[in-house]
T-cell receptor
C-alpha cells in the first residue's frame, strides 16, 4: 500500500500526558499537512510542510502542539500536556506541489489517528 | 469563522434517487472547489472538483453545479446507490495557499434500499 500511513490509529491517554503521532506520506509528495477533525465537523487545518520546512501554522495549533518533518520524509505531531479538548481525529495528508500558481486541491489523506483524552 | 457553509447535515435517499448537497462560501478569493467523500474509519478522499470559470462539471453519476454570482455550489449524485453512503465535505481553496483547504461541516448521506 503506497498511501499515506498514520500511526497509531487509536490512542487513549490521561489528561496531562504527552502523545505523539506519526505520518508517512506518499513517497514522492513534497507537501505534508496535519488536520484535526472533531465529531460532526469537517477537517480543520493545523499546519503544513514543504519538504522539511514548516511553512504555516494555524491559530488552532497552541504552544502545546509541535510538528516536525525531519529530512522532509515522515512527520510527527506531538501534543504535550493533553487536555480533554484535544480529543479528535488527527489527519495527515500529502500532496505534490505542481507550481507556484497551481492548486489542484487534491490532498491524499491517511486514515487518521484518533485521540481520546480521559 | 465558518467560511464554507454546508447543508443539509444529514440526508436519506432511496436507492436510485438523486442526492443533493449544497454549499455556500463567503471568500470571493476562493477559486477551486473540491468535494471529498469520507467513509467511516477512513480519511477523506477527493471525489470531484470545479473551478469557477465553469458552471457545471460531471463525472459519472456525480455533478457539481456552480453559481459564482450567488457564491454557491452543489453536489448532485444521480442514481444514488447504497455504496454512496458516506459523509461528503465540500471545500474551497484560494490559489497560492498551498492546498490549505477550508472544509464545510459535512453531510452524512444514507442511501436506503
Amino acid at each position: 500500500d503506497t498511501g499515506v500511513s498514520q500511526n497509531p490509529r487509536h490512542k487513549i491517554t490521561k489528561r496531562g500526558q504527552n502523545v505523539t503521532f506519526r505520518c508517512d506520506p506518499i513517497s514522492e509528495h513534497n507537501r505534508l499537512y496535519w488536520y484535526r477533525q472533531t465529531l460532526g465537523q469537517g477537517p480543520e487545518f493545523l499546519t503544513y510542510f514543504q519538504n522539511e520546512a514548516q511553512l504555516e501554522k494555524s491559530r488552532l495549533l497552541s504552544d502545546r502542539f509541535s510538528a516536525e518533518r525531519p529530512k522532509g520524509s515522515f512527520s510527527t505531531l506531538e501534543i504535550q500536556r493533553t487536555e480533554q479538548g484535544d480529543s479528535a481525529m488527527y489527519l495527515c495528508a500529502s500532496s505534490v506541489r505542481q507550481g507556484p500558481f497551481s492548486n489542484t486541491g487534491e490532498l491524499f489523506f491517511g486514515e487518521g489517528s484518533r485521540l481520546t483524552v480521559l | 469563522q465558518q467560511q464554507v457553509k454546508q447543508s443539509p447535515q444529514s440526508l436519506i435517499v432511496q436507492k436510485g434517487g438523486i442526492s443533493i448537497i449544497n454549499c455556500a462560501y463567503e471568500n470571493t478569493a476562493f477559486d477551486y472547489f473540491p468535494w471529498y467523500q469520507q467513509f467511516p474509519g477512513k480519511g477523506p478522499a477527493l471525489l470531484i472538483a470545479i473551478r469557477p470559470d465553469v458552471s457545471e462539471k460531471k463525472e459519472g453519476r456525480f455533478t457539481i453545479s456552480f453559481n459564482k454570482s450567488a457564491k454557491q455550489f452543489s453536489l448532485h449524485i444521480m442514481d444514488s446507490q447504497p455504496g454512496d453512503s458516506a459523509t461528503y465535505f465540500c471545500a474551497a481553496i484560494r490559489d497560492g495557499t498551498a492546498s490549505k483547504l477550508t472544509f464545510g461541516t459535512g453531510t452524512r448521506l444514507q442511501v436506503t434500499l
